[in-house]
Every structure is written in structure tokens, then in C-alpha cells.
């Protein structure tokens, strides 16, 4: 029992450090902490629920267009009147909130939606694994991959000097808009696309995507006293989430 209440944990804390990556990217190259992040995954929640049965994967390309015009529209508002760290997250939370709102308004016929989709169990080595768990642990193997690839190639000493000094990039001729836009794009979609992918397993509502907000930022404000820049910083995220998810899941 003790064997699988920690693998249950474990799994915990890949979601969340995979939810987190995107929340510590924006906090280190954009400069702001995106409270429209759990927003972004109650939104892809609700792709799901009405594209995934008819269309299945071809509900993922209206997935990307949708986070992706969301995503661009926050760079926008961030750039006309996100001045500081404090206005620029200011602004995210009211475009949170506002896709919330647009949800809730274009739903007014049911508050709590469920997505019912047979989940796969697999068992390996005695313990059984839901196919979501399956699926959300490779996720991150493969994008701490390209991470690990991104900041030994030619832009990672780029990535690394905006995430450590914004000003004195820029003085050096790093272009930092193109990064930091890529930075709120990227999560913006990663964001939607767990969203999505946790339709099948929870309740689909408007504030669904608060309470792991909140328990990422918890993590994110554990990791950042490592003070660390480039990949090292998400190995460690990763560390974090899965100690926060086993040492929370057994209070």
C-alpha cells in the first residue's frame, strides 16, 4: 500500500513539475509571474471536452491555434502596459480572468463538464499506471531533453545572460523580445496542452486550473532559492516537485 501511495505521489509531481516549467520560464526570461497560467490549462481543458470526441487528434492543431492566440494576445498587452514585474503579472491576471469569464459565459448551461473517455491502465512490474501517467512522464523526459539540448547550443549562454540580467543582455546586443516571447508563447501552450490532456481524469470548470496554480507557485518560490540559471534550474524544479507532491500527498 505504502509502494503505491508513493508512485501515486511520484506521478503527482511530474505533473506538476511539468506544469511548473512553463511557470519558471516566464519568471526568469519574461520577468513576470503569468497568473493566467491555470487559466491557459482550464482552457485546453475545455478544447477537449468539445473537439477531442469528434475530432480526436486533429483537436490538438485547434488546441495550438487557440493557447497560441491567447499566448500572443498576453506578449501584446505585456508590451503596452506591463511596465514592471508587478503591472506585467497584474496584466496576466486580468487576462486570466477574462478567459475564465468568456468560459463561464459560453457554458451558463452546466458549471462542472466531465470528458467520458475510457482511461488505459497498464501494469509494469505489479503496479498499475494510468495511461495519462504514462504519457505525462515521457512529456517530461523529452522537454527536459530539448532544454538540456537548447542551453548547450549557441543560444543557451543568450537564454542564460536574460535570465540572469535583462539590462546588460540587452546593452550586449541579445534580442531579448524574441526570447521572451518564445518563452510566453511556449508555456502558454504547455499549459493548454496539460490541460487537455487532464480532461479525461477531473472535472472541467472555469477555475480548475487554480489550485495547481497555486501549488506551482509554491514550488516555483521553493526552487528559485536555489538561485540557479539555465538547465540546472529545471533539474532541480523537478527535484522539488516530486519532494513537495510525496511529502503533501501523505498529510
Not at 519558471?24 to 482552457?43: C, E, P
Request: hydrophobic share 55%; aromatic share 16%; charged share 10%.
Amino acid at each position: 500500500m505504502e509502494i503505491n501511495y508513493l508512485i501515486i505521489n511520484f506521478f503527482s509531481g511530474i505533473f506538476l513539475a511539468l506544469f511548473t516549467i512553463g511557470l519558471i520560464s516566464n519568471f526568469k526570461i519574461a520577468k513576470f509571474l503569468n497568473l493566467s497560467y491555470g487559466s491557459f490549462f482550464a482552457l485546453g481543458a475545455y478544447v477537449a471536452y468539445h473537439f477531442f470526441l469528434s475530432l480526436h487528434l486533429l483537436s490538438i492543431l485547434i488546441l495550438l491555434f487557440i493557447s497560441s492566440i491567447f499566448g500572443i494576445l498576453l506578449y501584446v498587452l505585456l508590451k503596452k502596459i506591463g511596465n514592471d514585474v508587478l503591472s506585467s503579472t497584474i496584466v496576466s491576471l486580468g487576462l486570466g480572468i477574462l478567459i475564465e469569464e468568456i468560459l463561464r459565459l459560453t457554458h451558463v448551461t452546466g458549471y462542472f463538464l466531465i470528458l467520458d473517455v475510457p482511461i488505459k491502465v497498464y501494469e509494469i512490474a505489479g503496479v498499475k499506471m494510468a495511461q495519462w501517467e504514462l504519457v505525462q512522464f515521457f512529456m517530461l523526459i523529452t522537454i527536459l531533453t530539448i532544454l538540456y539540448a537548447l542551453y548547450k547550443s549557441k543560444y543557451g549562454i543568450k537564454i542564460k545572460f536574460v535570465e540572469e540580467d535583462v539590462e546588460l543582455a540587452t546593452i550586449y546586443g541579445v534580442n531579448i523580445n524574441v526570447y521572451q516571447f518564445s518563452s510566453i508563447l511556449l508555456a502558454c501552450i504547455l499549459s493548454s496542452v496539460l490541460g487537455f490532456l487532464s480532461s479525461t481524469t477531473q472535472a472541467i470548470f472555469p477555475s480548475m486550473g487554480w489550485g495547481v496554480l497555486v501549488s506551482g507557485i509554491i514550488v516555483l518560490a521553493i526552487a528559485s532559492q536555489f538561485r540557479l540559471v539555465g538547465f540546472k534550474q529545471y533539474l532541480v524544479l523537478t527535484i522539488v516537485s516530486i519532494a513537495y507532491a510525496e511529502i503533501i500527498g501523505w498529510f
